[in-house]
């Protein structure tokens, strides 16, 4: 094949991922008024748009209804995109309680939520995840953890995900593939704390005998990145 001709085929490629990527939007994760101005509220208030895509959205409340979620833990709120997808999920009587370390980004999450008719079931709590967690072990189990904040913490919350919530509950982590860098065997002696983190928490996650897990490249930036799915097992496996 000759250079132009690969160069085509390169742009074809593209071209048809994303595509691919706003029909599969358009039809089954479209947006209302309030998840587009969830999602465009970081611009606005001069955070990052560092949120997840809808079909990403969508996933979750997929899985929040696979496993009949009526509470969900969230690990990073931003402007509540996600969150609010979440919330959508939940009977009137369920709970969203996320953690955030930014009172701005809680503010702006909670406006997301009570824009959204959903205040009543979705709560922020301000300060850093790691000291927030211990004080959760009350109100748990969680049926749902998502974890979405600062990726060397990511281990720890894995912990924290495994002492809250109960068989049949569901595990989701964002970022587990970074184009594929935390998925480099030379990454566990990496200088960059997040990468190193990353793959620890891959590792962790694909072999421990109490989740089975999954994690699918399926993000806004052409599906270079995504989330690790796991659900925690009632029963290990069998061997062999
Ligand atoms: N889940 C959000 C969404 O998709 O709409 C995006 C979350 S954004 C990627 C990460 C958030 O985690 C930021 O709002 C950041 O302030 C928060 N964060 C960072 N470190 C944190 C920590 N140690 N504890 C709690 N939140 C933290």
């Known amino acids: 094949m000759s250079e132009h001709d690969e160069l085509e085929a390169l742009r074809d490629q593209v071209e048809t991922r994303a595509y691919i990527d706003q029909a599969l939007t358009k039809l089954f994760a479209p947006e209302d008024e309030a998840l587009a101005a969830a999602r465009k509220a970081p611009q606005q208030h001069d955070m990052p748009s560092i949120e997840i895509s809808p079909l990403q959205g969508k996933l979750l409340q997929v ?51 009570e824009r959204a008719g959903l205040g009543d079931r979705a709560e922020v709590r301000v300060g850093p995840a790691e000291e927030l967690l211990p004080a959760l072990q009350s109100e748990a189990p969680f049926d749902l953890v998502f974890i979405d904040a600062d990726k060397p913490s990511y281990p720890t919350y894995l912990d924290w995900a495994l002492k809250l919530t109960r068989p049949g509950s569901i595990i989701v ?52 990145d995504g989330f690790a799915i796991s659900v925690v097992r009632a029963v290990a496996p069998a061997e062999g």
Do not use: F
């Open 173 to 224: 982590a964002d970022n587990c593939i970074r184009r594929g860098v935390p998925l480099r065997e030379d990454s566990e002696s990496s200088t960059d704390p997040a990468t190193a983190a990353l793959y620890t928490y891959d590792q962790r996650v694909a072999a421990d005998p109490r989740l089975l897990s999954v994690a699918l490249p399926l993000s806004k930036d052409d599906g270079m």
């Open 63 to 113: 899985l929040a209804l696979a496993c009949g979620a009526k509470r969900i833990l969230e690990i990073g709120a931003l402007a509540g995109y996600s969150g609010l997808w979440l919330a959508r999920a939940l009977p009137p009587d369920g709970r969203l309680i996320s953690l955030e370390i930014s009172e701005q980004h809680a503010a702006v999450a909670r406006a997301s939520w």
